[in-house]
């Protein structure tokens, strides 16, 4: 089975792991877009062919220049489609799926759709008519392109029960959520001494949960590590000047995660995922840092009313506080510095959920889809 890999943006860790199982189930090409103000990640898959367009493509509230931009990538996407011929495409975003059910009308093939945020949209009802008339095209568009796509991937099954459940059988919805690779993980080891130190670790964004951290940090007498680069450049220019002569504060920049995540998570005490819980998709996603903290053995401090929130408080992982409130926060850093007994308990529950952060058990679940879909 050929599968190409549809993009608008160079594959993350996330989907590094869907391309190593698609490996095993025949050829692959990664068809995708570098964007020039979010230049995160790098090609991880040096075995397999990468067609990059360099583009800048703007948020959807630009919509205008992002019509633009997907036009562009739309015509070198599907060229790319016409040279690879897939008899799978794998792909993500609105954008990516328009482009690929273009291509299905004409050159029969299946399709997987993969969702890892939840559109505000979706959940709330837009303030304004603008808005809402925007909210009803998407929905539209989305539901008549829904008429093709032949499996969901999922990362939080909030996102099915919201609203996808509208659109597709839960038969053919797969929740894989954001669990390590653990072969990147194999030199992991514990940090055991030095000061206290707080991990935030993966792409920068959320500026004010980022600057309460360094401020909370300050007030607890604790270090801190940023490690990864911005959602966009701007944004890591912004927190980078926020942090200027604090040297409680270090920062790594972009990292290639199957290298140095292990050491990452090995310089740091505890993790920090606090984000804006005002953002709805915030409320129901259930990040990555979630199971690597856990697989690590590190307390992870959440926001408060969000479904990573319940996880945490149900496995006994973490602690959760208000996404404004420092003194919350300041008061979390001091329990997890200075309470052995809570900080040990929270390190044994991590233990104990530790066969929910096993990538493997998924990775199964994916290949036997694909395999599923050659058999079509």
Not at 300 to 322: D, F, M, P, R, S
Request: net charge positive; aromatic share 12%; proline share 3%.
């Amino acid at each position: 089975m050929k599968t190409v890999f549809l993009l608008s943006h160079i594959p993350n860790p996330r989907i590094n792991k869907r391309i190593e199982v698609a490996k095993k189930a025949g050829e692959i090409a990664i068809v995708c877009v570098r964007r020039v103000a979010q230049n995160t990640w790098e090609p991880f898959h040096m075995d397999v062919k990468h067609e990059i367009l360099e583009l800048d493509m703007p948020s959807s509230h630009q919509l205008v220049k992002r019509c633009l931009s997907s036009k562009k990538y739309g015509e070198f996407a599907n060229e790319m489609l016409k040279k690879y011929k897939p008899d799978l495409i794998y792909t993500a975003g609105i954008d990516s799926l328009v482009i690929a059910v273009f291509y299905k009308k004409k050159h029969p093939c299946k399709i997987i759709y993969e969702v890892a945020d939840l559109r505000e949209i979706y959940i709330e009802q837009p303030p304004n008519v603008v808005a809402r008339s925007f909210s009803t095209a998407i929905k539209k568009l989305e539901k008549n392109l829904f008429k093709y796509v032949d499996r969901l991937v999922v990362t939080s099954e909030k996102f099915y029960d919201l609203y996808y459940y509208n659109l597709i059988s839960k038969e053919k919805m797969l929740f894989i959520p954001n669990v390590p690779d653990l072969s990147a993980f194999k030199n992991y080891t514990k940090k055991q001494n030095g000061e206290f130190t707080v991990g935030f670790i993966g792409g920068i964004r959320y500026l004010n949960q980022m600057k309460m951290l360094v401020d909370a940090a300050k007030m607890s007498h604790c270090k801190v590590l940023f490690a990864g680069a911005g959602g966009t450049n701007q944004e890591y220019k912004e927190i980078q000047k926020y942090c200027q002569g604090k040297t409680y504060v270090s920062f790594t920049g972009r990292y290639d995660y199957n290298r140095d995540i292990a050491k990452l998570y090995g310089a740091v005490d505890c993790v920090y995922s606090v984000y804006d819980a005002s953002n709805a998709n915030v409320r129901i996603a259930l990040p990555n840092k979630l199971y690597e903290s856990v697989y690590c053995g590190l307390p992870i401090i959440v926001a408060k009313n969000t479904y990573l929130a319940e996880i945490v408080q149900k496995w006994g992982v973490g602690v959760t506080v208000a996404y404004d409130n420092i003194e919350e926060l300041k008061d979390a850093l001091d329990q997890l510095k200075n309470n052995k007994q809570m900080f040990s308990e929270m390190v044994d529950s991590c233990t104990l959920q530790k066969s929910d952060a096993n990538w493997m058990i998924y990775a199964d679940k994916l290949l036997n889809c694909m395999n599923t879909l050659e058999k079509e």
